[in-house]
């Protein structure tokens, strides 16, 4: 459908635009025959002399030039005219509503996470039929699936980018939407596979988890991070300037820097989406190391593509057409010998 519509909307803008221009040059065409025909006319019977038929022709073609031009930038015209829209209706957007009737203390919270019977569906389509499982204080929580099952629904759910449509999702026993959107969210860290870092120091990257923290805790979070040697090997250690595009340190370097940034933020639930593609296998050890000990103590889902990761986990959830069909932890689901345990096997055989 959407190529559909792209593909008349492109057909469209290049046939018309297409057209504008060469109607412009007949147009300018036919008022030179016309004048040269009339002018004639007019020369012969001498109302006027040659020199200013010339003249005339000549400032129809000086007309002509401008309006050509335009017609040529007519597509990029309207495509600004479309990406305009598109501003105008992000500034239209309503600002979200903060009526949390709870006030979260985030140093308060032990970080145990309820779905509660959650029903939930991005348009009319349930997607989520009937979600329940309980991440205890400290604990990890793995989600396995195939592309698709829904293991990122369930944490834009989390974070309330979308909000359930039956059921309920709680922190501590607090229902998340009695919280405000903006605190609910500082409860959370996320490590993501697409890391972000920008322009600047590293000690600035790092010390963007928590502005106030000192610089013995930065170096103590890089530490953690199994990134400070690294950091030390490079010409001017902690000031190292990463660049516009982040390309002068490795993938796995960049990972490493966002992990020792989470540990500084020091926050109570993680989320994690195993990111350890295109690294070596040194690299991806440390990564590892650095996780397990971001993980120590804060509740943690892991969104898993291998399997060889999450064996440790306290409980597993299998998700399949944005539902849990198995859950448990790794000793129980291959006892079951359901879905997971197929899945493990294919990976291990
Ligand atoms: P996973 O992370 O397990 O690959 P997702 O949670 O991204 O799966 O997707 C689950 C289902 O929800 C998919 O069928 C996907 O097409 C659909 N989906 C995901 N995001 C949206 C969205 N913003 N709007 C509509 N449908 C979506």
Known sequence: ???????????KAQFVSSLISPLVSLCTYLTIGAVAVLGCFFVIDGTIR??????FIRYIWQINDPLSQISQLSSQVQSAFAAMGRIFNLMDEEEEVQNGKVEIRPDKVRGEVTFDHVVFGYDDETLMRDVNFQAKPGKMVAIVGPTGAGK????????????????????DG?????????????????????????????????????LTARKDEVISAAKMANVHHFIKTLTGGY???INEESSNISQG?????????????DNRILI????????????EQRIQTAMDRLMQGRTSFVIAHRLSTIRDADTILFMDHGNIIEQGSHEELLKKNGAYAALYYSQFE
């Open 174 to 210: 607090i229902d998340i939407r009695d919280m405000n959107r903006e605190e609910l969210r500082q409860l959370f860290s996320l490590v993501l596979q697409d890391t972000w870092l920008f322009k600047g120091s590293i000690y600035d990257n790092i010390h963007y988890g928590r």
């Open 272 to 283: 994690l989406d195993e990111a350890t593609s295109s690294v070596d296998t040194r690299t």
């Open 239 to 241: 000031n190292f300037e």
């Open 253 to 265: 370097e960049k990972q490493l820097l966002t992990i020792a940034r989470t540990i500084l933020a």
């Open 50 to 55: 040659v020199g200013s038929l010339q003249a």
């Open 1 to 11: 459908e959407v190529n559909e519509r792209m593909c008349a909307a492109s057909f």
């Open 152 to 171: 990122t629904t369930l944490m834009n759910l989390l974070l309330r980018f979308y909000d359930v449509k039956g059921g309920a999702i709680k922190i």
